[in-house]
């Protein structure tokens, strides 16, 4: 089924141990060393419009863009209640369209591990490089292999009044994939809970990896760090953040 559908309307109250605003300041805080301190930024695989509302705060114009029209009904509830000026787009990253060239493209949350395909991750390099302006800047973080093995065969399970989910992780090795079975309880209006099922997958990417992508998308790599700090990642870095440059 469809990624993010019945989740969608769960999914800021099961994430509500983020620190979005932290993550938001660690963020801006990239941009601007890079002299990025104002101007469009394209948010890929923007879900609910966090991070895409923090950064319009920021005073940046901001454009969020994903294939869930059910997460993007959440974010347009945000827009409502913020005011801010958030152009969102229903588009797959994979083909994704702009009507010019951005700033920056920024993909947070692993957004990117849902791309199971290394051309396809070739392919989303491609355009974010087609729409950057020149010596524009791509940041984006992605979930490493170390996550993956760590929860993998483990169940998560919440409840609360709102709703309740379990989800399932597996691992497979040798295709570098996690699967993750999720059935949400949501409720409804009425009192009565109604249930959803999904399934993602996201896969394992090495820094090789991503770094054959980019260049063969054009991209030039700048660095990588294990995410939220300056510090190079290394082999127990469970999520790393990489910064790339339009060429």
């Not at 990117?112 to 491609?126: C, P, S």
Request: charged share 30%.
């Amino acid at each position: 089924m469809d990624a993010y559908t019945g989740f969608a309307k769960l999914y800021d109250l099961f994430m509500d141990n983020i620190d979005y605003q932290a993550w938001g300041e660690y963020l801006t805080g990239l941009l601007r060393e890079y002299h990025i301190d104002s101007g469009i930024v394209a948010d890929l695989g923007c879900g609910t419009g966090n991070m895409t509302e923090l950064l319009a705060e920021k005073g940046y114009d901001m454009i969020g863009i994903d294939n869930s029209y059910e997460m993007l009904e959440e974010a347009m509830e945000k827009r409502i209640e913020s005011g801010h000026d958030i152009l969102y787009l229903e588009q797959d990253m994979r083909e994704f369209e702009l009507y010019g060239t951005v700033a920056a493209v920024v993909s947070v949350c692993d957004s990117l591990n849902y791309i199971t395909e290394q051309e396809e991750l070739t392919e989303v390099f491609r355009l974010v490089n087609n729409y950057l302006d020149p010596d524009g800047l791509f940041i984006f973080d992605v979930n490493m292999e170390v996550k993956f093995r760590k929860i993998a065969d483990s169940t998560i399970a919440e409840n609360r009044e709102e709703g309740s989910f379990i989800w399932e992780n597996t691992y497979y090795e040798e295709e570098h994939m996690n699967e993750y079975g999720l059935t949400i309880f949501a409720k409804c209006e009425d009192g009565r809970y109604e249930k959803y099922e999904e399934t993602h997958y996201e896969r394992a990417y090495s820094l090789d990896e991503i770094k054959e992508s980019l260049a063969q998308a054009g991209l030039v790599f700048v660095t990588a760090y294990d995410s939220f700090t300056h510090n190079p990642p290394t082999g127990e870095s469970e999520r790393i953040c990489i910064i790339a440059r339009e060429h």
